[in-house]
Nanobody, 122 residues
Framework: VQLQASGGGLVQAGDSLGLSCAAS????????MGWFRQAPGREREFVAA????????YYAGFVKGRFTISRDNAKSTVYLQMNNLKPEDTAVYYC????????????????WGQGTQVTVSS
């Protein structure tokens, strides 16, 4: 599956931003989807994931309550709504597709988008 992420940008602390990831290729609805991020000098880390149907969601502790992941299987798109952004949320955000129906581990995701930069100023 091919993934194209969009929606990044420069915002101020406390602002909101929405990311989208459009998928093409094999059947989107059979894949768990996830968002990861990577800040300069740091390893890529898990942000949020959603199971194949959208019925279950998973979040990293540092974004819980602020970020919401969702998906629209009819549009083959996964979303990440980010509220109350903090400077430490600054990173390149990647969407990813898993070969599993449910997944959160980085190693479970085999297809990756190109990344979109999110910069939060203080």
């Amino acid at each position: 599956v091919q993934l194209q992420a969009s929606g990044g940008g420069l915002v101020q602390a406390g602002d909101s931003l929405g990311l989208s990831c459009a998928a093409s290729g094999r059947t989107f609805s059979s894949n768990a989807m996830g968002w990861f991020r990577q800040a300069p000098g740091r390893e890529r880390e898990f942000v949020a994931a959603i199971n194949w149907s959208g019925g279950s969601t998973y979040y990293a502790g540092f974004v819980k309550g602020r970020f919401t992941i969702s998906r629209d299987n009819a549009k083959s798109t996964v979303y990440l709504q980010m509220n109350n952004l903090k400077p430490e949320d600054t990173a390149v955000y990647y969407c990813a597709a898993s070969y599993k129906l449910v997944a959160t581990a980085l190693s479970d995701f085999g297809s990756w988008g190109q990344g979109t930069q999110v910069t939060v100023s203080s």
